[in-house]
């Protein structure tokens, strides 16, 4: 959010609407190819399962 190339906000009416654009889609994909995918599931399942535990 905090690179205005990858995150807009803009109002249409009175909603505030939050997106990521295209470019930030693609840097993403690109993250994909050198990340663990596998280790990133687990360590968010760890993440989710402490915050239930509060």
């Given amino acids: 959010r905090d690179d205005p190339d990858c995150f807009r906000e803009f109002r249409i009416g009175g909603t505030l609407h ?24 687990r360590e968010y399942q760890r993440h989710i399962k402490s915050r239930k535990a509060k």
Avoid at 18 to 41: F, G
């Fill in 18 to 41: 939050k997106r990521y654009s295209p470019k930030a889609l693609e840097y993403l994909r690109e993250a994909l190819q050198t990340v663990d995918r596998k280790k990133v599931w």
